[in-house]
């Protein structure tokens, strides 16, 4: 073995990692946070966790990824720590699979279907569609799929040129020498930990042990405690991750590292019984890249099994080991680790808009009920969220800006549009909410009343505000365009009831029947109103555009504003019905 076939087994390592990287960051870009979002919601029960996340690492190809994932969820306060415990014993299940695929090198057989089962076989054939759906292809998400294909592909030639670099190692004496030092399983657990936590990948680091497997020269005794090592050597990640981080997300860190620690333990315990004491002879025998799988598999299934159905004391111990202080830490409303999932952090502040959504509904809903019965609890709450939802605002403003440079598919990026046109709209709700509890308490303080004829319009007015911020709030919530369409044909209505109400309380104001200075406290009111009817008109079309790449805005308004749209006038004709002056 020369200086070239270093070469060759360096850049084989920086293929493979490349080919993961680039797999695993287009795989959960396939996936759109489905995934992660179901992980929210299914964490309830230790095996469902498990499984889920196992599912998820298969998914993304990566349990570093799914780990920080957790750190920034439990530090977001989307997620108790108690729920990371089975998804974390999972992904180590689910992290296997990489080792399976790279086993199929070790195929020997003459049946041309069986061969075609050897990576080294295979792979030029999925590079060649890979290449072909990236030119050809004009879907977005083919062309993804086209670069996870390419992306397995560089890392099976990866694979392959590590092989090639160190097949001379069987025949060289000094080799054999060092390996002496592999005898020691406490130096191999050491080893494989080290060599794990420099390149960040479990499966990388199996797969330069599978390719060392193949000089025939490693045996049992040798790889089986490096294999154990890799698992707390993938916790690096994890650790570097929890700096500067709430002490609840450190403790995902804790207990990432304390299961595979503790899997370590019980694995080498077993070890070292049938090692030395019972003295089986298998740990001299060669192992190949299939057992070295095989034995990856076993080994984390079994420590899963073994600690499940002690999460609580995984939680126990990560929390007496970082305890709690009476420094305050501020809980993060979407943690920049988030970022590293895009899928995932488009979700997460999908749910943050739409509590201002309803913020912004419910705020302004008891502005209008200060008209009819002031109370100072509820003038007080409408404060509290205003000052809610402009936190909301500027937390989302600045975190989705960040997002929106990150690789995702159209309807990620379409949604970020969405999320950044609406906020606004939102908190300008909150604003109008603000201003509109404020006349009612002028008034209240000013001992004015609206004449009852006033009072019976402004309660029209006020249902059909009601009615058009449920319909904004349902259908930015279920993101539904049918909804949608009837936010306009409202807003239109309450425009006509805002002039109609005006045009009668001057005629009030000129009999003498309302006092002068009403006109003012109602000109706010209804200008108020308006506003809010007009921010509502924005979020449905904001809607409808997001879900039609053909839809024009403005098109879309003259042809309500001249109607030529007949389901316009039809909702329009409801409308104007059920919110009639009298």
């Not at 080919?19 to 179901?38: C, F």
């Not at 440079?405 to 603000?434: P, Q, T, V, W």
Request: glycine share 6%; aromatic share 8%.
């Amino acid at each position: 073995m020369d200086i070239y076939s270093v070469f060759q087994l360096c850049g084989g390592l920086a293929f493979f990692l490349f080919g993961m990287h680039i797999m695993s960051g287009n795989l959960e870009k396939v996936a759109g946070g489905k995934l992660q979002t179901i992980l929210k919601k299914m964490t309830s029960n230790p095996f469902t966790s498990m499984a889920l996340g196992a599912a998820i690492t298969v998914a993304i190809q990566s349990s570093s990824a799914l780990t920080v994932m957790l750190v920034g969820l439990v530090n977001s306060g989307i997620m108790e720590l108690g729920q990371t415990v089975g998804v974390i014993m999972g992904s180590n299940v689910g992290t296997t699979l990489t080792a399976w695929i790279l086993s199929l090198s070790g195929i020997k057989t003459d049946n041309f279907f069986m061969s075609l089962l050897k990576p080294e076989n295979f792979s030029p054939i999925i590079a060649l569609v890979g290449v072909i759906l990236i030119m050809a292809s004009k879907s977005e998400k083919k062309r993804d799929v086209g670069t996870i294909l390419t992306a397995f592909s560089v890392l099976m030639y990866g694979m392959e040129l590590m092989s090639g670099a160190v097949s001379p190692l069987a025949d060289m004496p000094e080799f054999q020498h060092i390996l002496v030092a592999f005898s020691n399983p406490f130096l191999g657990v050491l080893i494989g930990t080290v060599f794990t936590g420099i390149i960040q990948s479990s499966a990388a680091s199996v797969g330069v042990l599978q390719a060392l497997s193949m000089t025939g020269q490693i045996n049992y005794g040798m790889a089986l405690p490096i294999i154990m090592g890799q698992n707390i050597g993938t916790c690096v990640t994890a650790l570097l991750t929890s700096i500067g981080v709430n002490k609840s997300a450190k403790r995902v860190s804790v207990i990432h590292i304390s299961f595979n620690i503790i899997g370590t333990c019980i694995g080498m315990l077993f070890y070292c019984l049938f090692r030395y004491i019972v003295k089986l002879d298998v740990f001299s025998a060669p192992i190949s890249s299939f057992n070295i799988a095989k034995f990856h598999s076993v080994f984390n299934l079994g420590t899963t099994l073994i600690l499940l159905p002690f999460t609580k004391v995984l939680v126990n111990l990560a929390e007496s080991l970082v305890k709690n202080s009476d420094e305050e830490f501020k809980r993060v409303l979407l943690d920049e680790r988030l970022l590293l999932s895009p899928g995932l952090a488009v979700r997460e502040c999908r749910e943050k808009t739409v509590e201002m959504s309803d913020l912004a509904r419910k705020s302004f809903v008891y502005s209008l009920d200060l008209f009819k019965e002031f109370d100072k609890e509820k003038y007080d709450k409408i404060f509290e969220m205003e000052e809610r939802l402009d936190y909301l605002e500027d937390e989302l403003d600045t975190f989705l800006i960040h997002l929106s440079s990150k690789d995702m598919s159209d309807a990620d990026n379409n949604e970020i549009s969405e999320m950044l046109h609406s906020i606004n709209d939102f908190e300008r709700i909150g604003d109008h909410a603000i201003n509109t509890a404020k006349v009612a308490k002028n008034m209240r303080e000013g001992k004015k009343e609206f004449s009852d004829k006033a009072k019976n319009e402004l309660q029209i007015l006020a249902k059909a505000i009601e009615k058009i911020l449920d319909i904004t709030y349902e259908c930015f919530a279920k993101e539904d365009t049918k909804i949608a369409f009837k936010v306009e044909p409202l807003e239109q209505v309450i425009d006509d009831l805002t002039k109609e109400i005006k045009n009668r309380h001057i005629e009030r104001l000129q009999t003498g029947e309302c006092d002068g200075e009403l006109g003012i406290f109602m000109t706010d009111l209804l200008t108020n109103c308006e506003r809010v009817s007009d921010h509502c008109s924005n979020v449905g079309v904001c809607v409808i555009q997001t879900r039609n790449s053909s839809f024009e805005t403005h098109g879309y308004l003259n042809d309500l504003k001249y109607g030529r749209q007949p389901a316009f006038v039809g909702e329009f004709t409801m409308y104007q019905e059920e919110f009639h002056l009298n």
